[in-house]
């Protein structure tokens, strides 16, 4: 069965240093990844997607992830991170049969900035 | 800009009342979800239909959740009786339905049931 597991339930760093979120998945074949973002308050917004080809992905606000299929991960990274970029962040994986879009989330990582 | 709306926001209500919770997907969107999200046991997909016929609801409770769309452009959620172990923020998100799509989330609506 997929799953995806993000082994830190809460990251601090100070504003302007650099950010990587930890994503594992299981999957059998080609996974289609995702990262979405969750201010407080909101719903979860997509920061990018990995489904082929170039497995260095950009997204929105600054962020880029990798997918590494001999890790099993797809971690998510941020050169300067801005106090607004405090959030919870959630990993998800393209579930069973791909067509109908169900995705399965990890547990999430809060990520708090300090001035 | 297109986006899910769902109501209500916030719903306080007393262990054994009716609750229905509402859904607009964005207009086009072939794909409805509903999520719930707790401290404990995170995001769990709840439901999911697809041109509003129900593809899966075995994350639901069967004996007191149900899940509709009477039409294309609204989808609910009731839970009859409601329980305090259903206190929880509860999300919609819409899709074209593709593995590689994205999913739209709206607001959620938060229910505390006493």
């Known amino acids: 069965a997929q799953s995806v597991t993000q082994p830190d339930i809460h990251i601090t760093v100070s504003e302007g240093a650099s950010l990587e979120l930890r994503c594992n998945y299981s999957?059998?074949?080609?996974?289609?990844l995702f990262w979405y973002v969750q201010s407080p308050g909101q719903g979860l917004q997509l920061l990018l997607k990995?489904?082929?080809?170039?497995?260095l992905v950009q997204g929105i606000k600054g962020f880029e992830a990798e997918f590494k299929r001999s890790q099993s991960s797809f971690n998510l990274r941020k050169p300067s991170v801005h106090w607004s970029d405090a959030a919870e962040y959630f990993c998800?994986?393209?579930?069973?049969?791909?067509?109908?879009?169900?995705?399965?989330f990890g547990q999430g990582t809060t990520l708090q900035v300090k001035p | 800009d297109a986006r899910v709306t769902q109501t209500p926001r916030d719903k306080v209500t007393e262990m054994g009342q009716e609750v229905t919770m509402r859904c607009q997907p964005i207009?086009?969107?072939?794909?409805v979800f509903w999520y719930r999200q707790t401290m404990m046991q995170g995001l769990e997909l709840l439901a999911y239909?697809?041109?509003?016929?129900?593809?899966?609801d075995s994350g639901m409770p069967k004996d007191r959740f149900s899940a509709e769309m009477p039409d294309a452009t609204l989808a609910t959620l009731k839970i009859q009786p409601s329980e305090p172990r259903d206190s929880a923020v509860y999300f919609c998100?819409?899709?074209?339905?593709?593995?590689?799509?994205?999913?739209?989330f709206g607001p959620g609506t938060r229910l505390t049931v006493l």
């Open positions: 239909f697809r041109n509003r016929a129900p593809l899966d």
């Open positions: 998100a819409s899709g074209l339905g593709g593995g590689s799509d994205t999913q739209y």
């Open positions: 998800a994986v393209g579930a069973g049969d791909s067509n109908t879009g169900k995705l399965i």
């Open positions: 207009l086009g969107h072939n794909t």
């Open positions: 999957y059998g074949a080609t996974p289609y």
């Open positions: 990995y489904f082929s080809g170039d497995t």
